[in-house]
């Protein structure tokens, strides 16, 4: 099944209310809800681009494919490559692990990226 998934996004960019967040986007309070509840029944191609304006991030971004139990698709089927398994929390379990040193490291690392 594919989904839209803010969730992950949400988490990192730190947005810590999401509902007033994509209200204060534009988008009405019942479409807020329905998003942060991972409920929306469509997404129009103006909100999903909006989206991708908002967060700076491409569509493929957005959504998450989780196969149903019965569903049977070949392992390299091209929609696992929207797959995105709990990137995260492994990012925020190998952050809280660091030392400070480190990360003081890793943020001169990230950076000099721009």
Do not use: W
């Not at 949400?10 to 999401?18: E, L, S």
């Not at 797959?83 to 040193?101: F, M, Q, T, W």
């Amino acid at each position: 099944m594919i989904k839209l998934n803010l969730q992950p996004i949400f988490k990192m960019k730190g947005i810590t209310k999401p509902v007033k967040y994509l209200i204060e986007r534009g988008h009405s309070g019942s479409y807020a809800n329905a998003v942060v509840n991972d409920k929306p029944l469509s997404i129009p191609f103006k909100k999903l681009e909006k989206f991708c304006i908002d967060f700076n991030c491409t569509p493929n971004d957005l959504f998450d494919f989780v196969p149903e139990k019965n569903q049977k698709l070949p392992g390299n089927h091209a929609l696992y490559t929207i797959s995105k398994g709990d990137a995260i929390g492994e990012i925020h379990k190998i952050l809280n692990e660091l030392p400070v040193s480190k990360i003081q490291e890793l943020y001169g690392i990230l950076k000099n990226t721009e």
